[in-house]
């Protein structure tokens, strides 16, 4: 069966400090992943993807995601957080059909 | 640049009542298009997709229908709004629905059933 899991529905961190946001999937072929954030009351806006290749991959605003097929996690990373971060991240898997298979989503809190 | 415009922005409206949401694309000729529902604070839910004028394929319906009247426009729509209809509605859009395809998201609707 085809799932995403994202085990934190909600983080806490300090501006300034690293960031990771978790994502496992499930999927018995090559998953197609992406990673999402919402702010408030807005639309989705793709953070990042990946298919294949290098398993480190950029996304905008200095986001970064390792896909690990030996976990089955795509796990969302930042360096540095700033409070223009504080969304909701969402994980996503292609599947069948046109259809996009969503984890429950990360909301993420930045003290200051 | 492809631009994505949903119609309207919020609505409040009577249970009972019909309902009728938009989502047009322009810069991009025969997207795939497709409906998704958010509850406050939820995941998304994909409702429905299209990939050609005329032609739409349900994924889960909610009581709710769409259509596509012309290349650029995906409308979402029902005859009587019930309590559960609440919440954000989102319309996105695709390349070409390939394996490797990336969706794309609207702004959003927010519809309010009292």
């Known amino acids: 069966a085809q799932s995403v899991t994202q085990p934190d529905a909600r983080v806490t961190v300090s501006e300034g400090a690293s960031l990771q946001l978790r994502c496992k999937y499930s999927y018995s072929a090559t998953p197609y992943l992406f990673w999402y954030v919402q702010y408030p009351r807005q639309g989705l806006q793709l953070l990042l993807k990946?298919?294949?290749?290098d398993p480190v991959v950029q996304g905008v605003n200095s986001f970064e995601a390792e896909f690990s097929k030996s976990n089955s996690s795509f796990h969302l990373q930042k360096a540095s957080v700033h409070w223009s971060d504080s969304a909701v991240y969402f994980c996503?898997?292609?599947?069948?059909?046109?259809?996009?298979?969503w984890g429950s989503g990360t909301k993420l809190i930045i003290k200051p | 640049a492809q631009t994505i415009h949903q119609w309207p922005v919020a609505e409040i409206k009577a249970v009972g009542s019909p309902l009728s949401l938009g989502c047009t694309i322009k810069g991009k000729s025969s997207p795939n298009l497709y409906w998704y529902w958010q509850a406050t604070g939820g995941t998304l839910q994909q409702l429905f997709y299209?990939?050609?004028?005329?032609?739409v394929e349900s994924v889960v319906q909610l009581n709710l229908s769409a259509s596509r009247p012309k290349d650029d426009q995906f409308i979402l729509s029902t005859e009587k709004l019930l309590l559960s209809h609440s919440g954000f509605y989102l319309c996105?859009?695709?390349?070409?629905?390939?394996?490797?395809?990336?969706?794309?998201f609207g702004p959003g609707t927010r519809l309010l059933v009292l």
């Open positions: 990946y298919y294949s290749g």
């Open positions: 996105a859009w695709s390349p070409t629905g390939g394996y490797q395809d990336t969706q794309y």
């Open positions: 299209s990939i050609t004028v005329g032609q």
């Open positions: 996503a898997l292609k599947g069948s059909n046109y259809q996009l298979i």
